[in-house]
């Protein structure tokens, strides 16, 4: 971003995954599909916007507490632009949000968190995209802080679980992640575009790539044969 703006560039942010980091990841790894895309607070304002602008990017999109207030609710303008122009959505979006987030007179209550993800769910079922399909939760005793981990596990499970989260009981062996491989392990180096990446942990089902500026050189290679879906990077503000 230029000096003194902290937000801003959505599009070039989006064109970046769609461009660069995907096709990165898909060729030094095995990918099916078109991935899955998580964001939070204003990460979850991107994760609607990418649906809305580019639906076609990802199969999935998981969306926690999002921003949707930012910048006088121009999200909501957004989609009736995009329910103008595009006749199917073929993703699957969960957004999910806490319950202390609004009505409890904090400081969040002019937000509306609560109020905009029904709204914004409401507003994509009613344009009947024959494969959109969206799913909302607010979660009982989870603020703006608590609950994006909730939102994370439970948008997962509604993606690689054909929407039945609640029938998916907790298995340690499915949660278990081995540590990634040492550094300097892989073959190739990345593009200097691609120089934020810095680690991979792999697990029987979800490869989560993260974003950590602070650390230089990446840990890559994947030797999981039953690994077969990449999870890109979560968005955050």
């Given at each position: 971003l230029p000096e003194g703006r902290r937000t801003g560039r959505a599009a070039e942010f989006l064109a970046f995954l769609e461009e660069e980091a995907k096709p990165f990841?898909?060729?030094?790894?095995?990918?099916?599909?078109?991935?899955?895309?998580?964001?939070?607070?204003?990460?979850?304002?991107?994760?609607?916007?990418?649906l809305l602008t580019r639906p076609g990017s990802f199969d999935h999109y998981i969306a926690g507490s999002p921003a949707i207030w930012w910048d006088d609710a121009m999200l909501f303008g957004l989609e009736e632009k995009t329910a103008a122009t595009t006749a199917d959505i073929d993703a699957t979006l969960f957004m999910g949000v806490g319950a202390l987030e609004e009505g409890g007179g904090g400081p969040q209550d002019p937000f509306k968190f609560v109020t905009h993800?029904?709204?914004?769910?409401?507003?994509?079922?009613?344009?009947?995209?024959?494969?959109?399909?969206?799913?909302?939760?607010v979660f009982d005793n989870e603020g703006h802080t608590s609950v994006p981990p909730v939102v994370l596990t439970?948008?997962?499970?509604?993606?690689?679980?054909?929407?039945?989260?609640?029938?998916?009981?907790?298995?340690?062996?499915?949660?278990?992640?081995?540590?990634?491989?040492?550094?300097?392990?892989?073959?190739?180096?990345?593009?200097?575009?691609?120089?934020?990446?810095?680690?991979?942990?792999?697990?029987?089902?979800?490869?989560?790539?993260?974003?950590?500026p602070w650390v230089r050189r990446p840990w890559t290679g994947m030797d999981d044969a039953s690994t077969r879906l990449i999870w890109p990077p979560a968005v955050t503000s």
């Open positions: 990841i898909a060729e030094r790894y095995p990918v099916e599909g078109r991935g899955a895309l998580f964001g939070c607070s204003l990460g979850g304002l991107f994760a609607l916007y990418a993800v029904r709204e914004m769910a409401a507003r994509l079922e009613g344009r009947k995209y024959p494969s959109l399909r969206v799913s909302t939760q439970r948008g997962l499970r509604n993606a690689f679980r054909g929407g039945e989260a609640a029938a998916v009981p907790y298995s340690p062996s499915r949660s278990s992640c081995p540590s990634p491989p040492a550094s300097g392990s892989a073959a190739g180096a990345p593009p200097p575009s691609w120089e934020r990446v810095t680690s991979t942990t792999r697990s029987p089902a979800v490869s989560f790539v993260s974003l950590r």
